[in-house]
């Protein structure tokens, strides 16, 4: 039996952004960069593989470490040739680590049927290519890309490696633009995204470096101007058109352009993804709490996907990985799609049993207009300082209990919506619903009164509950003989209503009518 597939696609403890997906031998494989949970820094732990069936897209396997930052001989790793690498000197500081951290990484099947992994230590300005005879991993350190003559470039930006391996070729897609010049760049242009083809060994450089879609520099007067590249690159065929996707200026999309050759120059089609829904129909408040944004394109069978990440714990680094299902229109076109709970579900979930709220594709306080860019740190490098109005997807540790299985599942935590203040909306999309559903049961701490409503945050109202630690309702469930106890609002309770008899398919959006509460699952029987 299919397992239902939701968003985030991982368990929930899982943070692997920034993630390109492809399909080897049946099985859908994502390759990411790698968060720690509550990290205060990008991309801090290994790389780590996972991959489904391409007929089950909700039963993930993890593969284990696929590649270790220590393996690159930039982090020390043994090597037989150093010379001419250029690296410079940084201070490494994020988290109490003394190595240079793995960015966001490729993966092809080159020439010879093996699988090579394209990487970029953090602002190094090399990237590395590391191999393995299967897409499951482990990969080992292979080389760096080089000019012919052994060197390593020492122009433009290499970073956030895409890779394509074909017939006519091997091309290397790379490209970033900070906000800031980094130590041992400072003179550099930012043209846009670059490509290189590469020779059959899969990381020498046998052409010159070619701007293919145009960045900060170069976008003024082109059609890129409105939505210039800055970093993200991915690049996939589909049918007699490349694309390639990247992140805008923007930072929160994904954008893409189309050629009809891998070297481009690629025209700028639109925007794919928000993962604030921004831009969607004309959309200028976002729905999620916005943040830097990275993904691929991937057909899978019949359907095709756009995979991109989301913000949890209200900063901007701690990722989850996300994908919806796109539409590729005869014109070559792909419309924006609006982001989901149900992901790679292939339809909407039906409206039956418990669903854990760290699925909510929309979670706002209760201004809108104040709804923007996660947390981060200012530009003094200062604490990170999330506001008291924020709702967040965060967790909390319980006390493991179960089998082995369950364990591994939950990581010994308890995944919930945070500080859900009067006015606030989490917002899940979407689910069928066959007018048998009678009733509708909240997972809740604190106290207050939540309202569920169809389609939108202004719509039909189908339930209505209210928490009150000091009063035990007959519809209430209590989970602990403490529950109900005047002072013991801490706890958490499940508290069931009656749900409007609806049919049809719909989005269920949770808004709170009065106090604060946290909010850990609803089920629906």
């Not at 070729?169 to 633009?177: A, S, W």
């Not at 900070?178 to 550099?188: H, K, Q």
């Not at 065929?237 to 070297?263: H, I, R, W």
Request: glycine content about 10%.
């Amino acid at each position: 039996m299919k397992k239902l597939a939701f968003n985030p696609y991982l368990p929930f403890w899982e943070l692997v952004p920034d993630a390109e997906p492809h399909v080897f031998d049946g099985r859908v494989y994502v390759y990411g960069s790698h968060d720690r949970r509550n990290g205060t820094s990008f991309c801090i732990d290994d790389y780590a593989g996972w991959s489904a069936p391409v007929d089950d897209l909700g039963n993930w396997r993890y593969e284990g470490v696929i590649y270790r930052k220590d393996q690159d001989p930039i982090n020390g790793a043994p090597y037989e040739d150093r010379s001419g690498l250029g690296i410079p000197e940084f201070d490494r500081a994020f988290e109490g680590e003394s190595l240079h951290q793995l960015y966001a990484p490729d993966v092809a099947k080159g020439p010879d049927g093996r699988y090579y992994l394209y990487y970029a230590l953090d602002f190094v300005n090399i990237i590395s290519v590391a191999v393995c005879d299967t897409p499951a991993g482990p990969f080992e350190f292979l080389d760096y890309v080089r000019c012919e003559d052994g060197t390593i470039p020492q122009i433009g930006r290499w970073f956030d490696p895409a890779i394509l391996s074909e017939e006519s070729g091997n091309y290397l897609y790379y490209g970033f633009c900070p906000p800031v010049r980094f130590p041992g760049m400072e003179s550099l242009e930012i043209p846009g995204a670059m490509m290189v083809r590469l020779a059959d060994d899969m990381h020498t450089i046998i052409s010159e470096p070619k701007c293919v879609a145009n960045g900060c520099d170069t976008a003024k007067g082109t059609c890129y101007e409105a939505h210039p590249f800055f970093e993200a690159s991915s690049i996939r065929k589909f049918g007699d058109l490349y694309y390639f996707v990247y992140s805008s200026l923007q930072g929160n999309e994904l954008c893409y352009g189309t050629a009809k050759t891998p070297e481009g120059p690629f025209e700028y089609r639109g925007v794919i993804v928000s993962n604030g829904d921004l831009g969607l129909d004309g959309n200028e408040l976002a729905v999620n709490y916005t943040g830097n944004n990275h993904g691929g394109l991937v057909q899978i069978r019949d359907k095709t996907y756009i995979f991109w990440h989301r913000q949890t714990h209200g900063t901007g680094f701690n990722r989850q990985g996300c994908a919806d299902e796109v539409q590729i229109l005869k014109d070559g076109t792909i419309p924006q799609i609006a982001i989901t709970s149900c992901g790679l579900n292939g339809g909407p979930l039906p409206a039956k049993g418990q669903y854990q709220t760290y699925i909510a594709c929309h979670l706002t306080e209760a201004d809108r207009t104040k709804v923007g860019h996660v947390a981060e740190p200012g530009p003094d490098g200062g604490a990170i300082v999330i506001p008291e109005e924020w709702p967040y997807i965060t967790e909390e540790e319980i006390a493991a209990a179960g089998a082995e299985a369950d364990l591994f599942e939950n990581k010994g935590l308890k995944p919930y919506i945070y500080n859900l203040r009067k006015g606030a909306v989490a917002g899940f999309k979407s689910f069928a619903f066959d007018g048998t559903e009678k009733e509708i049961t909240l997972e809740l701490r604190g106290e207050g009164r939540m309202e569920v409503r169809l389609d939108a945050p202004e719509g039909a109202l189908a339930a209505e509950v209210t928490a009150d630690a000091c009063k035990k309702g007959s519809t209430e469930a209590a989970v602990s003989a403490e529950t109900n106890v005047c002072g013991k609002a801490a706890l958490w309770r499940e508290i069931a209503a009656p749900l409007t008899t609806t049919t049809g398919e719909h989005a269920l959006y949770f808004v709170v009518a009065e106090g604060t509460l946290d909010f850990a699952s609803f089920t629906i029987r």
